[in-house]
């Protein structure tokens, strides 16, 4: 790497620099992989099962060991319409704060869909095409995954159907939008298009639906299409979270262009996906070469499924129809408060994740609505950008690290993904602008009550 100059601020790497491989954490995690379960028997899915869904290519990914997985060139082509994305120094929020840490962002929101999802989503309708699927099914909450999917199948010459949950889809209409615009059909979940939407309707009219809810929508369409279309999931599952190890890959590098090191890595989590795509190759170095780099997960304090939910089996889905994975979980029944951060509001955590923070590899926070927006609007102030309400918790944690080492007097190197971008997500800045914004409780009464209806899992000894 050539030198950098003590007051740089950009870190870029050059196309030449794209990741060429994928990394797997299972490779080099000491905690075995639980069982996958099917939704009916509670016993270990086939891969037909799973076939019914997803193309083999990703259902082999999904059981790999492999340490590395080779990134397609067709996958790469597109890649590279925004990556390698850039590593930012936070000189002006440092200055802001007067702390003296270093504070590093790696900006996913330069993607054209404006996060970090369209690093699963080329991959996603890339293997699905070659095992050719002609349409896809799927979930969004916010509409960052909505609006990634819909650009990847533009791109592979695919129909797409996108479930948004339906407090989202009327909280962000340019989402909706959006991935019109790149020819998805969008349905605010639950709808009448499903058997499962219609009951729930029938139940409650004005419900504001849920992540596990259009989740059961997608998956009903496509187990009943006879097998002209295929789902698609955007976080949770491990083949997602090894597409977006392309992230922390490129950020190893940028981290050495800049001559430190992060002394913690931090994300924000609703299933995963983009804590993990920074934070895996990171803990990569820490298991293989003995690094102490600590990493935060920073969850919403209205879904703290980390923090709150048991390490235990539930359904994927409100509706029982997903496989049944071991992860800390809320309770599949579980319906979220109205938060803007509409990406986050998931009943559960990624397995892979999971497993790790029950291990105590993994650290995690939860935080309230308002000051995690009160850190978002101090980032815009201070660099510019206006960050996706998922974002911003990953921000506040950032923050408060940066204010603990101003405290504490020390010099400590501060790496988190600022997944996206909040240009779509105006209508939340309205509201906390106008101080219409209020923190959720989420009581022990209500998880208790979620908790009731988790699966009776016993596994052979």
């Avoid at 916010?142 to 990847?152: F, R, V």
């Avoid at 979270?241 to 992060?262: C, F, N, R, T």
């Avoid at 939910?309 to 129809?321: C, E, H, I, L, S």
Wanted: charged share 20%; hydrophobic share 40%; proline share 8%.
């Amino acid at each position: 790497m050539c030198a950098q100059s003590s007051d740089q601020t950009r870190f870029l790497l050059g196309e030449a620099d794209l990741p060429k491989f994928w990394y797997n954490i299972n490779a080099d995690s000491p905690i075995p992989p639980a069982p996958v379960l099917h939704p009916q028997t509670l016993e270990p899915v086939t891969p037909d099962f799973l076939s019914v869904l997803f193309p083999m290519d990703l259902i082999l990914q999904e059981i790999s060991t492999e340490r590395y997985i080779e990134i397609p060139q067709e996958v790469r082509e597109i890649y590279r319409l925004y990556r390698p994305t850039p590593l930012m120094r936070a000189r002006r929020l440092e200055k802001v704060l007067g702390t003296p840490a270093h504070i590093y962002y790696k900006n996913e929101g330069v993607s054209p869909a404006g996060s970090h999802k369209p690093n699963t989503a080329i991959a996603q309708a890339y293997y699905n095409k070659l095992a050719g699927t002609k349409a896809l099914t799927t979930e969004t909450g916010a509409g960052q995954w909505g609006s990634a999917l819909a650009l990847a199948c533009n791109f592979f010459d695919l129909d797409l159907e996108v479930y948004m949950v339906r407090v989202s889809y009327d909280q962000k209409p340019y989402r909706r939008l959006m991935m019109e615009t790149y020819g998805a059909r969008v349905f605010p979940s639950p709808t009448d298009h499903t058997n499962y939407g219609r009951s729930l309707l029938a139940q409650d009219p004005e419900t504001p639906g849920s992540l596990g809810i259009a989740i059961s929508e997608a998956v009903e369409v496509a187990a009943t299409s006879g097998g002209t279309k295929k789902y698609s999931l955007g976080s949770v599952l491990n083949h997602v979270l090894l597409h977006q190890s392309v992230i922390g890959e490129e950020a190893l590098k940028q981290m050495d262009m800049a001559g430190e090191y992060p002394d913690v890595v931090i994300g924000c989590v609703g299933g995963g996906s983009n804590f993990a795509g920074i934070a895996f190759p990171f803990l990569r170095q820490n298991l293989v070469e003995g690094r102490t780099t600590r990493f935060v997960a920073v969850e919403p304090a209205a879904t703290p499924s980390l923090t709150r939910g048991p390490y235990t089996f539930d359904y994927g889905d409100t509706a029982k129809m997903a496989p049944v994975v071991k992860m800390n979980t809320l309770g599949h029944a579980f319906v979220p408060p109205r938060i803007h951060a509409g990406g986050l509001r998931y009943h559960g955590m990624a397995p892979t994740l999971s497993a790790l923070y029950d291990a105590g590899y993994i650290q995690a926070v939860a935080m309230p609505q308002l000051p995690t927006f009160e850190a978002a609007t101090l980032f815009a102030r201070s660099e510019g950008i206006i960050p996706a309400p998922e974002s911003a918790h990953a921000i506040r944690t950032a923050i408060d690290e940066a204010l603990d080492a101003k405290e504490k007097g020390e010099k400590r190197v501060i790496l988190f993904n600022l997944s996206g971008h909040g240009n779509f997500d105006m209508a939340a800045y309205e509201a906390y602008l106008g101080g219409k914004l209020v923190n959720y409780e989420f009581s022990e009464a209500d998880l208790q009550e979620s908790l009731k209806s988790l699966p009776k899992v016993v596994l052979p000894a």
